[in-house]
């Protein structure tokens, strides 16, 4: 099968870059985000450069991009990938494509989501259900209710894991204030002394003989202390939270979430614009491909827990079981060293989930 697929994947994707098992971690530590920081596997040289097992194939290729000064490509590839606790093998077989650089997105975006249905068809699965979810239009919500951006930081971090999110709108709607403590790396945080305390982080990660690399960085640990330092001095008001859990309710046929949009603009006057109209071009690009729209469902809270994610998110299913998914993510290759932005957006197939759900 993996041949038969990549076969295919080459049709459409005609560009190549080779990509190692062994990867030099920090691009996935400092990129990824928590979701995947805690699920790779991590091994050090002896010369001490930290490296990991291959986790995924998006970043490595967005590297190899950047490097090549191409202005867009469009690359196919397949191979092992190793992930700590997933449900399934830890090392498991994944396709997949990646396409950089197009501006047109809305088009780049139906196109991928109609060559992962192909691609798909070729498996043997046909008809899957499509679950996507767009990650700018929750940002918009979250923008109008014009909340300190520490808050409105971390909101838009935790979209994609929906119990987090809403345990982060509970504590925030409690007005929970911390009470004062004695430790250094709180008072620092509490008063958002952020390069005193990356200091600080620092010597006492030192002291504990703990390598930066080996987890999130001074930087990172820094920034949320100083989060939830905030966090804990804020009240959310009841208008807004209940707002921003009426949009992330939305769940309906793909081809019915224009009107809804348009009723959850009036009711709260939050105005989607840009994002909307992206959405809406989305669907029409969709119309065009030929996709079924018939088996696609629009969830507001859908999303993966991956910071460079920035828009639409997809995942396909079939007998019940997620086999495939993507998203766009623009800014990935700008984090990555790139000077300007670069549109990106792709989709994998797991085939160890492909062949169970066959």
Known sequence: MPERLLQHLHSVAPDHVDIPILQPADPFLETAGEDLRRRIFITQSNAGDVQ?????????????????ERPQARYAYGGTVFRQQRDGALEFLQVGLEDLGDDNRADADATSIADMLATLGHAGIRDPKLTLGDQSLFAVVVENLQLPDTI????????????????????LSTGRVFGASEDEADKLAAAGHEAALIEHVESLMQAANIAPASGR???????????????GSFKLDQVSAETLRQFLAIELPLTHTPDALAAFSAETGIQFREAGSAFEGRITALVKKGAPLENMTYRASFG???????????????????????????????????DTPVPAVGF????????AAL
Not at 152 to 171: K, M, T
Not at 316 to 331: E, L, S
């Open 52 to 68: 990991c097992l291959r986790p995924e194939f998006t970043i490595p290729i967005c590297i190899a991009h950047v490097e090549s």
């Open 152 to 171: 409105a930081r971390r909101l838009v971090r935790n979209f994609g894991s929906p119990n987090a999110l809403e345990g982060l709108l509970n504590r």
């Open 217 to 231: 960085s001074p930087k990172d640990i820094a920034q949320r202390l100083i989060d939830k330092a905030g966090e």
């Open 304 to 338: 993966r827990n991956l910071e460079y994610y920035t828009g639409v998110l997809f995942e396909a299913a079939a007998n019940g079981k997620a086999v495939a998914g993507g998203g766009r993510y623009d800014r990935l290759c700008s984090l990555l060293g790139a």
């Open 348 to 355: 994998s197939l797991a085939l160890d989930r492909v062949e």
